[in-house]
């Protein structure tokens, strides 16, 4: 994004994405940047299955996001996730991020745009 339309509009879109995710998950979960352009969310209590209907409802809302450039071009963006369910796919935040890691880029590497789930690939 940042090499078609910029460093500011790319900036404006991650924090519009993190103002969004901000909005979509609760007090006691964790939404936090991670590096560049990836967020991490814990939700505290949550199953897999809910953790998956909670993060497809957030890809439908962010895939109806318009941007718009100085020069009036319009554009929208999607995301890309792994998820991870504690304690099935690990007990310590080293495993955690490495299996979501391997999930996000199987995400990735088969079309972007979707969330997978590690051990679906």
């Given at each position: 994004m940042n090499d078609r339309y910029g460093h500011g509009m790319g900036d404006m879109v991650l924090k519009q994405f993190g103002s969004l995710l901000r909005q979509n998950f609760r007090n006691e979960d964790v939404v936090m940047r991670w590096g560049g352009e990836e967020f991490v969310v814990g939700l505290y209590g949550a199953t897999c299955q809910q953790s998956m209907e909670r993060l497809?409802?957030?890809?439908?809302?962010?895939?109806?996001?318009?941007?718009?450039?100085?020069?009036?071009?319009s554009f929208g963006s999607?995301?890309?996730?792994?998820?991870?369910?504690?304690?099935?796919?690990?007990?310590?935040?080293?495993?955690?991020?490495?299996q979501m890691d391997a999930a996000l880029y199987q995400a990735k590497a088969t079309g972007r745009n979707k969330i997978v789930i590690v051990g679906d690939f």
């Open positions: 497809n409802i957030l890809l439908r809302v962010w895939r109806q996001q318009k941007f718009v450039t100085d020069t009036g071009v999607t995301f890309s996730a792994g998820l991870v369910e504690y304690p099935k796919s690990g007990t310590n935040i080293e495993t955690l991020y490495r």
